[in-house]
Structures are given as structure tokens and as C-alpha cells.
């Protein structure tokens, strides 16, 4: 038996969904860099569950689908006020909160496909209302119910500040969306996969896949990159700060990636929004750290910036607290996790790897009072 720590290139199963070649992403064949400029999110949601676009009638009729479902049971609002909301992460609060949406879905272990995609939907349209009611909840406000004239990016953003957005908002958390919304088969769709390949339930699924996109060395790093920012707080001091973290050999947030050996195509597109965004507010100084530690950590260690380091900058400048950064991910990343469980099921064979034991050899079993 050999291991492949981490299983890096080992290739555990077929998927029509997206493609990483020669550092080239594809959603359905098409390019993001066509997808991130000219798609809405909702366009590229129909195009993962159904492996094609949608004619116009088709995106209408999803949009009205994701704005009729976007309510959420009173009873899972009305759990965020028991905890100590002030002090959960939103990613824990979330991940539980989905799980609690199965309680109150009849056909929450109904297995037949159209069921699946219908649950499909309901989460899809669900996630932003859980995040926006959370964030909402814990500074003291009432969630604000969704708008069905306003599109998906736009409706979340409305239901999170009570202000419409903008076009240049929309536009950027549209893109941010689109670029997240999947990407073969990252640790969190992976996981996602395994708990469905059980034949457990779309909910299961998605709750297990929020855990393992919580972490830093996946969705967790868009808020740790704003933590480096914050704390860097200057041009001037990142020099010394990205210096002094790479001379300890501390991981930067937000380079390097598993797969992309030359640069996460995602992070260019995001790159120039942060640039945009941030000079129209006034803070061009978020850009600018972003630009020079981009500049020291390819230098010195040859190590691009993935998608999560130039979206903290894009997220701050759209008003949004650092701690929903990951759950925005999440939001968007739902489309992706969920169109892989459909595919999962629709060829399913349990993934079950083995392990390498490296424990001690056959031991005799010494009774408690001879140890
Ligand atoms: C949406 C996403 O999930 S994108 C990834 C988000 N995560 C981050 O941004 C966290 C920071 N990045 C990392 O931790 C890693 O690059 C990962 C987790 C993304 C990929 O990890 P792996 O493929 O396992 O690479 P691994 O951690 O083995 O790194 C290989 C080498 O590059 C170094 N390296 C990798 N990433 C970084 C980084 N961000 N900063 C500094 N050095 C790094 C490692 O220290 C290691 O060096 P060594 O060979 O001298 O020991
Ligand atoms: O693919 C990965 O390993 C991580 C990543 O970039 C993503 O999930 O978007």
C-alpha cells in the first residue's frame, strides 16, 4: 500500500460539473473568465444543476423559484435568539441552522430526484436569508424579509443592510458569486460527496460540507485575510509584518492552493474589483497592502494569491462584517455542493478509501490491574 498525503493528484471520481486544466477553471466547458463578466449568479446555478444554460424563460422562472423560497421557518429564526449570539461564529450558527431546516422540510428523506432538486432550490434560496437574518439578529435588528423583483446578489445584499445596493455593489457581489460557486472537487465538495455517497440525505450533505469549508485552509482564509489586513494597517508595515511571518514560516492567507501551480484564474477578476470598489469608498490603502504583499509573497516564495485574498477587500468594501466573509462563500458555494451531491446520486457508489496503518504490531491484551 502506498498514501498520498492529503491525496493530492489522486483523481477519486468522474464529474461533468467543472474542470481545473492546465490552471484553465470551466463550469460546464465554459471558461470563468467569460462566465465572471458576463453571467448573473442565478444563469450559472441553473448551468451546474443542469449541465447547460437555461433559455430565458427557464432563468425567469429559477429566479422566481429562489425568491419564493427564500423564507426560512420562524422556528429556525427564533433558535438564533437562544444561544449566545453575540459569541458563535456565523459559520457555526449556520451549519447548525441548515441542519434545522430538515426538521421543518416533510420531504426532508424523500430520496426521489425531483425531490433532491427541489431541495436544491429550497437551500439555494434559503443560505442568504439565514446569514442575513443572523447578522441582523445579533445587532439587536429584525431580518428583513427578501424582495421578489430583486435578484439574487442584489436581494442579499438588501436583506443584510435594509438599503438597496447599488449597481457597482451588485456587480461586484454577482461576480464574487459566479466565482465561487464551484470548484471541482475541493475539500468541501468532496466531503459533501462522501456523507451523500452513504445515501444520506441533500441536508446531510450540505451541513457537512459547511463544516469543512469553515476552516482556514479553505473558505475560512477570505476572514483570516482580513485579520492580516487589519492588524498590517498600513503600506508601510507590511514590508516588515509579511516579512517577519514568512521568516517564521507562518502560512500566509489567502496564496498557494493545492491545484494551481501558476494562479487561481478566480483571483484577477476579484483583484480589479478590490481596486475599483475600494477607490470609490475612499480606502484605496485595502488594495494597496493587498497589491504589495502579493508583490513580497511571489517574490520570495513564488506562491500567487488564490480566490480568497483579494475578496476580503472586495467583501470590507461592501460594508460586510469579516466573520460572514466565509458564510458568503457558503452562499454561493451551495450551487456547487449541491449540483455534486445530485451527480453523486444519480451513479452512486459508496467512497470508502483505505488507510495505512502504521501502529504498533499485534499486541496481547493485559487485563486493567496488570497495566
Ligand atoms: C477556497 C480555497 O480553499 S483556496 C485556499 C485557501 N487557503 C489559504 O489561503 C490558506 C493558506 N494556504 C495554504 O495553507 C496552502 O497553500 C493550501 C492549504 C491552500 C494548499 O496546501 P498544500 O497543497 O497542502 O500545500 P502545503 O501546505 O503542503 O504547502 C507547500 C509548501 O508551500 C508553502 N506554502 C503553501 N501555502 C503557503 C502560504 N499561504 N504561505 C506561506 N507558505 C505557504 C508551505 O509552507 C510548504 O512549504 P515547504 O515545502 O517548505 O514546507
Ligand atoms: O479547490 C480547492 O482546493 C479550494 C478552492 O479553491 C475552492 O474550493 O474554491
Redesign the pocket.
Known amino acids: 500500500m502506498t498514501t498520498t498525503r492529503g491525496l493530492e493528484g489522486v483523481v477519486a471520481t468522474q464529474s461533468a460539473i467543472s474542470s481545473?486544466i492546465d490552471d484553465t477553471l470551466t463550469y460546464v466547458g465554459y471558461d470563468i473568465d467569460d462566465l465572471a463578466v458576463n453571467a448573473s449568479f442565478e444563469e450559472v446555478v441553473f448551468l451546474l444543476w443542469n449541465k447547460r444554460l437555461p433559455k430565458a424563460n427557464e432563468l425567469e422562472d429559477l429566479k422566481q423559484q429562489l425568491a419564493n423560497n427564500m423564507a426560512v421557518p420562524q422556528e429556525v429564526l427564533d433558535y438564533f435568539k437562544t444561544f449566545p449570539i453575540s459569541k458563535v461564529h456565523p459559520m457555526t450558527a449556520i451549519r447548525t441552522a441548515v441542519s434545522m431546516l430538515a426538521l421543518y422540510d416533510d420531504a426532508a428523506e424523500d430520496m426521489s430526484e425531483e425531490a433532491n432538486y427541489l431541495k436544491a432550490i429550497q437551500l439555494q434560496a434559503k443560505l442568504p436569508t439565514l446569514v442575513t437574518a443572523f447578522s441582523r439578529v445579533r445587532k439587536g435588528l429584525d431580518p428583513i424579509a427578501p424582495k421578489t423583483d430583486l435578484g439574487y446578489a442584489a436581494n442579499f445584499l438588501y436583506m443584510l443592510s435594509g438599503n438597496l445596493p447599488d449597481d457597482i455593489e451588485v456587480e461586484a457581489f454577482n461576480k464574487a458569486l459566479v466565482l465561487?460557486a464551484?470548484?471541482?472537487?475541493?475539500?468541501?465538495?468532496f466531503t459533501a460527496r462522501v456523507c451523500v455517497a452513504t445515501l444520506s440525505d441533500i441536508y446531510s450533505g450540505v451541513v457537512a460540507a459547511i463544516g469543512a469549508?469553515k476552516g482556514p485552509l479553505?473558505?475560512g482564509a477570505n476572514e483570516q485575510v482580513m485579520k492580516m489586513l487589519t492588524e498590517i494597517g498600513s503600506v508601510d508595515n507590511v514590508e516588515k509584518v509579511i516579512g517577519t511571518k514568512l521568516d517564521n514560516k507562518e502560512k500566509i492567507m489567502g496564496f498557494g492552493?493545492?491545484?494551481?501551480r501558476k494562479g487561481?484564474p478566480?483571483a484577477k477578476h476579484l483583484r480589479e474589483m478590490s481596486k475599483k470598489l475600494t477607490a470609490l469608498r475612499g480606502e484605496s490603502k485595502w488594495y494597496d497592502m493587498s497589491v504589495k504583499i502579493e508583490e513580497i509573497v511571489t517574490g520570495q516564495k513564488n506562491l500567487p494569491p488564490?480566490?480568497?485574498f483579494y475578496s476580503a477587500s472586495v467583501y470590507h468594501s461592501l460594508n460586510i462584517d469579516h466573520d460572514l466573509f466565509t458564510p458568503i462563500?457558503a452562499v454561493s458555494?451551495v450551487s456547487?455542493w449541491t449540483a455534486h451531491i445530485l451527480e453523486q446520486y444519480s451513479d452512486n457508489r459508496l467512497i470508502r478509501p483505505r488507510a495505512e496503518y502504521v501502529g504498533p504490531g499485534m499486541q496481547k491484551y493485559i487485563p486493567i490491574d496488570e497495566r
Open positions: 481545473i465561487h464551484d470548484h471541482e472537487l475541493n475539500a468541501s465538495t469549508l479553505h473558505g492552493h493545492r491545484v494551481y487561481d478566480r488564490n480566490v480568497d462563500f458555494r456547487g
